[in-house]
Structures are given as structure tokens and as C-alpha cells.
């Protein structure tokens, strides 16, 4: 942690587990989140939790020195909030847009067994044809079953763009932090 040396002078942290420099160990991890920005463009991908692993195991290495615990706090809620988008996007656009409960739930599931059987993007599609599909079978209402898998359309779109904002800001943040 920081301190204060007898004189006033802030002493500089001590590396917990590796003798580098403040600005090498930045910028290596710093170029370790990176790629983690893009990949909370495809749905589903754990992009946050990684950006989030890489700034503990950080603050574990620099001792939370230069990543203090309030700093550490900040990087945690930005990672919540990306779980809460992440999950709910599609689901909450397809119920404002008139879905049934059970739509919703199918529409989860057919986010669940797209990402995994067409990764990375298979997710979206699949939230979009299992809404629609129950609200055809549900309703039988092809206007209302359209509307609604637009609806889980737009939110899952809208997500994706939150999602790219909080990677963003944490990767900022991060560095903003980290100096």
C-alpha cells in the first residue's frame, strides 16, 4: 500500500509477487484486457469476468497498491452491472415489447442453446426463434410473436452496446487507476 516515508515523501508499493516495474506491470496488463473490450461485442462471452480476474490478480501482484480497494470497488460494480446487462438485455426488450412469461423463458433457453451450439453470435438468433416460436404456438398471433422476438432483437443489440460501454470504461478506468 501506499505510504508516507518519515519526510512526507508517498513511498512507492512493493511487488508482492514479481520485482517489475510500476509502468511494466501496467502496461502488460493493460494489453491483457485489450482483447476482452471486443469480446463483450458477442453475447454470452465471459469478457467481464476476465477484465475483472486480470485487475485482481493485478491488484494481487502490485500488493493493491496502485489499485486500492475503493479503485478495486469501482471495477467490481462496472463488472455487475456488465452480468445484469448481459443476462437481461434480450430477455427484458422481448417483455416490454409484449412477450409472454413463458416466451421469456423459452427465449432464455434459446439464448442458452445458441450460444452454445453456434458460438460466438448464436445466442441472438436463438433468443429471437424461441420467442417467436412460443408466441406462435402460445398465441397464435403471428403480429404479437414478431413484435415480441424484435423486442428480444433490440434488447439483446442494446445490451451488446452496454456491454461495450462498461468494457470500456473498466478498461479506462482500470488504466486511469492503475497510474
Known amino acids: 500500500m501506499k505510504g508516507r516515508t518519515a519526510s512526507g515523501a508517498v513511498s512507492e508499493p512493493v511487488g508482492v509477487l514479481l ?17 476482452a473490450v471486443f469480446l463483450a461485442l458477442i453475447p454470452m462471452m465471459p469478457a467481464m469476468s476476465y477484465m475483472f480476474a486480470v485487475a485482481l490478480l493485478y491488484g494481487l501482484i502490485d500488493g493493491f497498491g496502485h489499485l486500492a480497494f475503493s479503485e478495486f470497488t469501482v471495477l467490481a460494480v462496472i463488472f455487475c452491472l456488465s452480468l445484469l446487462v448481459d443476462y437481461s438485455a434480450g430477455i427484458l426488450g422481448a417483455k416490454y415489447a ?6 421469456i423463458i423459452w427465449g432464455f433457453v434459446g439464448l442458452i442453446i445458441g450460444s452454445v451450439l453456434f458460438p460466438p453470435f448464436g445466442g441472438i438468433p436463438g433468443l429471437f426463434i424461441a420467442v417467436f416460436l412460443a408466441e406462435i404456438l402460445l398465441n397464435k398471433n ?10 428480444s432483437l433490440l ?4 445490451g451488446l452496446a452496454l456491454n461495450l460501454f462498461l468494457a470500456l470504461a ?3 478506468l482500470f488504466i486511469v487507476f492503475s497510474v
Open 98 to 103: 409484449g412477450a409472454s412469461k413463458q416466451s
Open 155 to 158: 434488447g439483446a443489440i442494446t
Open 19 to 35: 520485482p517489475m516495474s510500476h509502468i511494466t506491470l501496467t502496461i502488460l496488463f493493460s494489453l491483457l484486457l485489450l482483447p
Open 142 to 151: 403471428k403480429v404479437a410473436a414478431w413484435k415480441a422476438a424484435t423486442g
Open 170 to 172: 473498466f478498461f479506462v
